[in-house]
């Protein structure tokens, strides 16, 4: 079954206390991406990846990092977690086209609490 | 940096109504413009989507209404069922995919 998983599901944890949440997809996807989702803010791109060893800042990449070192996955890296980096986290991928973007497939997302 | 602004925030409809929700995009770099629909509990996934050759994309129930000259698109579900209670987000191509605030539909019985 073509998927995006992520892990953990649930996650809460203590200010400083360094996590990493993984992302994997199995549909052999050029480009992969994690969105962090906020009441009233909507989908905000923290960062994405082209391919494996190019990765980009999104819209608010302050306080996380991302590795590319297989295509497969894509871990989200919270080295010093605070309590506004609480927040329901999405790892999406999909393939790219030559005349832009095509489906992106999330993952079931990771609520991620920081205390 | 790009901009897409949707509305309404929140909308709630009668079973068998028509939901309406709008987006306004400033500027794009490819003519793909989808809609992504989340049910509580998961990720969003792809509903529908349009690249503007045309002005209209319809599938079953729910039709894309694009303009390209005023810059927006909106997404029309006929016949509203309570199954279709969920959030919204439409999406238009930037340098990357620039998603919406989202709309929280509640369709009831």
């Known amino acids: 079954e073509a998927q995006v998983t992520q892990n953990p599901r649930y996650l809460i944890t203590v200010t400083g206390k360094k996590l990493t949440v993984t992302c994997s997809q199995n549909?052999?996807?050029?480009?992969m991406s994690w969105y962090r989702q906020d009441p009233g803010l909507g989908l905000r791109q923290i960062y994405y990846?082209?391919?494996?060893?190019?990765?980009d800042k999104g819209d608010v990449p302050e306080g996380y990092k991302v590795s590319r070192k297989e295509k497969r996955n894509f871990p989200l890296i919270l080295e010093s977690p605070s309590p506004n980096q609480t927040s329901l986290y999405f790892c999406a991928s999909s393939s790219l086209l030559v005349a832009g973007f095509d489906e992106q497939f999330f993952g079931p997302g990771t609520r991620l609490t920081v205390l | 940096q790009q901009q897409v602004k949707q509305s309404p925030q929140s909308l709630i409809v009668q079973k068998g109504g028509i939901s309406i929700i709008n987006c306004a995009y400033e500027n794009t770099a490819f003519d793909y413009f989808p809609w992504y629909q989340q049910f509580p509990g998961k990720g969003p996934a792809l509903l529908i989507a349009i690249r503007p050759d045309v002005s209209e994309k319809k599938e079953g129930r729910f039709t894309i209404s694009f303009n390209k000259s005023a810059k927006q698109f909106s997404l029309h579900i006929m016949d509203s069922q309570p199954g279709d209670s969920a959030t919204y987000f439409c999406a238009a191509p930037g340098d990357k995919l620039i998603f919406g605030t989202g709309t929280r539909l509640q369709v009831f019985p």
């Open positions: 549909m052999n996807h050029e480009y």
């Open positions: 990846s082209m391919n494996v060893e190019v990765t």
